[in-house]
């Protein structure tokens, strides 16, 4: 709190916040109030830090305290005498007579009034400087000269602190919830970047595939097929586990791919296996399945037999043989004019224990050996003992004309779409491929599936005639262009030629197989869905 003080050196009231006296420039301590050497910067009383003195002021010492003139004058000291006149004031004090008596000192008193020295005159009134601040005492540690050293705090517990402090920001933050949406936007944008392959940045794949669609196949006694997909390229790797507890891996396939296939062999027969598929990506991120499956029982082999062989169907260019076996083998048939053979029919892989055979480009009246061969799944083979059959003579013209197997078919003359006259007997010496239809439902995938045959089989060998039955020209035309069809098409608007072959069109299609000498050897009076059924007819003959 701002007062009134007096100046220790003169005594000039002075605010008590003053650092100079303004009457006789003498430097205050703000703290004690005490009188301040020159060139010192702490209080030498109290320890308080002045500073230095204010720039353009000279510092000084204070001068003394003016001593108020005397009402008694001093002697004029006798000279020669060497005494000192009474009055004479020294160092010490004032001499009366011959006896140098001690100055008196100033008690200090708390008023600004003072006790007049019974010796000489009454001394200047000196305050006792007081600002509300106990004076230091006069003993004990003084502040050390010099510069005081900044003090500072640990700068391992600001930084603790501020840890601390943004920890507690960060939880709260997170706690909340504020960041949630912010940062699921930017790994979502993050994530739709497609970045180039070759750059050094950009997310890594952490995204394992996804194994779908596993099945084992091929179960045999021995041996096994694992299959399975998976939703991005990656390798195949199984592992294999018996039920006593033993685990094997298959190799390790490297190539990254969608579709999966490992095979297992050296298999227990009539034991249950489990297994784990396993896929890894390029990001190495891997993708397993688990699964089980039992090889099939030991069983105990079974001669193989072949047993009721018989013939059929036969003409002077063909025949069908059939036989049968105890269990499931394939079929083939070796034949030719002496017992050494020398033909073979194509081999059937097909299992089957009821076979059928036909040999057909025979010679007519020609007596032919044959033997049948059959092989079962484990390998088994078994061939029959030598047989003979006798093809027919050629048809002759005075055969019997019907539209049924085995006999010669009627002949007929009908006009194409160009308007063409064509006849059955043009093609005497080909596989002719009758086949009567209109244009209702069944078209639809009949005459596209003959398309397909006759753009695979036609030539000089084969030829196919389909005959429409009661439709003008331009409906046939219209339905022909409509499914792209080349073959030859011929017009029946009368139904005659329908009526001579007992063909029913207009609730199915009815086609007759028709060999180079005329004759029917096979006859359907119901449509075709694929072509490979007509195929398998066309083989057959």
Same mark, same amino acid.
């Given at each position: 709190?701002?007062?009134?003080?007096?100046?220790?050196?003169?005594?000039?009231?002075?605010?008590?916040?003053?650092?100079?006296?303004?009457?006789?420039?003498?430097?205050?301590?703000?703290?004690?109030?005490?009188?301040?050497?020159?060139?010192?910067?702490?209080?030498?009383?109290?320890?308080?830090?002045?500073?230095?003195?204010?720039?353009?002021?000279?510092?000084?010492?204070?001068?003394?305290?003016?001593?108020?003139?005397?009402?008694?004058?001093?002697?004029?000291?006798?000279?020669? /005498?060497?005494?000192?006149?009474?009055?004479?004031?020294?160092?010490?004090?004032?001499?009366?007579?011959?006896?140098?008596?001690?100055?008196?000192?100033?008690?200090?008193?708390?008023?600004?009034?003072?006790?007049?020295?019974?010796?000489?005159?009454?001394?200047?009134? &000196?305050?006792?400087?007081?600002?509300?601040?106990?004076?230091?005492?006069?003993?004990?540690?003084?502040?050390?000269?010099?510069?005081?050293?900044?003090?500072?705090?640990?700068? $391992?517990? &600001?930084?603790?602190?501020?840890?601390?402090?943004?920890?507690?920001?960060?939880?709260?933050?997170?706690?909340?919830?504020?960041?949630?949406?912010?940062?699921?936007?930017?790994?979502?944008?993050?994530?739709?970047?497609?970045?180039?392959?070759?750059?050094?940045?950009?997310? $890594?794949?952490?995204?394992?595939?996804?194994?779908?669609?596993?099945?084992?196949?091929?179960? @045999?006694?021995?041996?096994?097929?694992?299959?399975?997909?998976?939703?991005?390229?990656?390798?195949?790797?199984?592992?294999?586990?018996?039920?006593?507890?033993?685990?094997?891996?298959?190799?390790?396939?490297?190539?990254?791919?969608?579709?999966?296939?490992?095979?297992?062999?050296?298999?227990?027969?009539?034991?249950?296996?489990?297994?784990?598929?396993?896929?890894?990506?390029?990001?190495?991120?891997?993708?397993?399945?688990?699964?089980?499956?039992?090889?099939?029982?030991?069983?105990?082999?079974?001669? %193989?037999?072949?047993?009721?062989?018989?013939?059929?169907?036969?003409?002077? $260019?063909?025949?069908?043989?059939?036989?049968?076996?105890?269990?499931?083998?394939?079929?083939?048939?070796?034949?030719?004019?002496?017992?050494?053979?020398?033909?073979?029919?194509?081999?059937?892989?097909?299992?089957?224990?009821?076979?059928?055979?036909?040999?057909?480009?025979?010679?007519?009246?020609?007596?032919?050996?044959?033997?049948?061969?059959?092989?079962?799944?484990?390998?088994?083979?078994?061939?029959?003992?030598?047989?003979?059959?006798?093809?027919?003579?050629? &048809?002759?013209?005075?055969?019997?004309?019907?539209?049924? &197997?085995?006999?010669?078919?009627?002949?007929?003359?009908?006009?194409?779409?160009?308007?063409?006259?064509?006849?059955?007997?043009?093609?005497?010496?080909?596989?002719?491929?009758? @086949?009567?239809?209109?244009?209702?439902?069944?078209?639809? @995938?009949?005459?596209?599936?003959?398309?397909?045959?006759?753009?695979?089989?036609?030539?000089?060998?084969?030829?196919?005639?389909?005959?429409?039955?009661?439709? /003008?020209?331009?409906?046939?035309?219209?339905?022909?262009?409509?499914?792209?069809?080349?073959?030859?098409?011929?017009?029946?608007?009368?139904?005659?030629?329908?009526?001579?072959?007992?063909?029913?069109?207009?609730?199915?299609?009815?086609? %007759?197989?028709?060999?180079?000498?005329?004759?029917?050897?096979?006859?359907?009076?119901?449509?075709?869905?694929?072509?490979?059924?007509?195929?398998?007819?066309?083989?057959?003959?």
């Amino acid at each position: 709190m701002t007062g009134i003080i007096r100046c220790p050196n003169c005594g000039q009231e002075i605010d008590s916040n003053s650092r100079f006296c303004p009457r006789c420039a003498t430097r205050i301590c703000p703290g004690c109030h005490g009188v301040i050497p020159p060139g010192v910067k702490f209080c030498p009383h109290c320890g308080f830090a002045v500073g230095p003195a204010i720039t353009g002021e000279a510092e000084q010492a204070a001068p003394p305290p003016s001593t108020p003139p005397s009402t008694t004058l001093s002697p004029t000291p006798i000279p020669g /005498s060497g005494e000192r006149p009474t009055g004479w004031q020294t160092p010490g004090g004032y001499i009366t007579g011959r006896q140098e008596v001690p100055s008196p000192q100033p008690t200090p008193v708390p008023s600004v009034s003072a006790t007049p020295s019974q010796y000489g005159p009454p001394a200047m009134p &000196v305050p006792t400087p007081y600002s509300g601040i106990q004076p230091p005492p006069s003993v004990g540690p003084r502040m050390p000269s010099g510069p005081i050293p900044a003090r500072r705090f640990p700068l $391992a517990i &600001v930084t603790v602190m501020v840890l601390f402090g943004v920890s507690l920001l960060g939880f709260a933050i997170w706690s909340q919830g504020w960041l949630t949406a912010p940062i699921t936007a930017t790994q979502q944008w993050i994530e739709g970047i497609e970045w180039p392959g070759w750059l050094p940045f950009g997310p $890594a794949d952490t995204t394992p595939p996804v194994i779908q669609n596993v099945s084992v196949s091929d179960i @045999t006694q021995s041996s096994a097929v694992v299959t399975w997909e998976t939703s991005e390229p990656a390798t195949s790797q199984v592992m294999l586990c018996e039920p006593e507890g033993g685990c094997t891996w298959t190799e390790l396939d490297e190539t990254l791919t969608t579709t999966h296939s490992v095979s297992l062999s050296d298999l227990k027969p009539d034991t249950s296996y489990k297994f784990t598929a396993t896929s890894t990506d390029a990001g190495k991120n891997q993708a397993i399945y688990e699964g089980e499956f039992t090889t099939l029982p030991e069983t105990t082999a079974v001669a %193989l037999l072949i047993s009721e062989i018989t013939t059929s169907n036969l003409t002077d $260019a063909s025949i069908t043989i059939s036989w049968k076996t105890n269990s499931p083998a394939s079929s083939q048939v070796e034949y030719g004019i002496s017992e050494t053979y020398g033909d073979t029919t194509p081999y059937v892989e097909s299992l089957t224990t009821e076979h059928s055979v036909t040999l057909t480009g025979l010679q007519p009246d020609m007596t032919y050996h044959f033997r049948v061969i059959s092989k079962d799944a484990a390998g088994n083979e078994v061939v029959s003992e030598d047989r003979t059959f006798t093809t027919g003579s050629t &048809v002759s013209v005075t055969a019997e004309v019907a539209p049924e &197997v085995g006999k010669r078919a009627p002949d007929f003359t009908l006009p194409d779409l160009n308007g063409n006259e064509v006849s059955l007997s043009d093609f005497r010496g080909k596989l002719v491929m009758v @086949t009567f239809w209109v244009d209702v439902r069944y078209a639809i @995938t009949h005459m596209p599936a003959v398309q397909t045959f006759y753009e695979k089989w036609s030539g000089e060998e084969l030829e196919i005639l389909a005959i429409n039955w009661q439709q /003008s020209k331009e409906q046939a035309e219209t339905f022909a262009k409509d499914k792209g069809l080349t073959f030859p098409i011929l017009l029946d608007q009368q139904g005659e030629v329908a009526d001579k072959y007992r063909a029913n069109p207009s609730s199915n299609p009815t086609t %007759l197989f028709i060999d180079e000498w005329g004759v029917v050897r096979k006859r359907q009076d119901t449509s075709f869905k694929t072509y490979t059924q007509i195929e398998e007819i066309v083989k057959s003959l």
